[in-house]
């Protein structure tokens, strides 16, 4: 079983930045396809971002909302996944949280909440305009 927790998020000017991070606890973290979901006041969640499970690198996927803004990238080594956010709009705004999904398929994304058996507890981002 792994654990997930996220840090970065906080309260940034639209146009800014911000990048998130999620440390995973546990092995085989390279195992893991990894995803970044959102959940606005209000709204279901819905997925932002997901790279594959791989040694290096891995495959990506964004919702169109916020391709060319946010990448996501993993580190391996540190058990972690990142989602660098950047020309943020006040519709961001939401609660982030990484999912995780062990998977022999290495090239394969997953693109539900369903699709994820761990999760992290959440961050804040908050957009003023």
């Known amino acids: 079983q792994v654990q997930l927790v996220e840090s970065g998020g906080g309260l940034v000017q639209a146009g800014g930045s911000l990048r998130l991070s999620c440390a995973a606890s546990?092995?085989?973290?390279?195992?893991?396809?990894m995803g970044w979901f959102r959940q606005a006041p209000g709204k279901e969640r819905e997925f932002v971002a997901v790279v594959s499970a791989s040694a290096n690198g891995g495959n990506t996927y964004y919702t169109d909302s916020v391709k060319g803004r946010f990448t996501i990238s993993r580190d391996n080594a540190k058990n972690t996944v990142y989602l660098q956010m950047n020309s943020l709009k006040p519709e961001d705004t939401a609660v982030y949280s990484c999912a995780g999904r062990q998977t022999f398929q290495r090239s394969r994304v997953y693109l539900t909440s369903r699709d994820y058996a761990y999760w992290g507890q959440g961050t804040q981002v908050t957009v003023s305009s």
């Open positions: 546990g092995h085989s973290f390279s195992s893991y396809a």
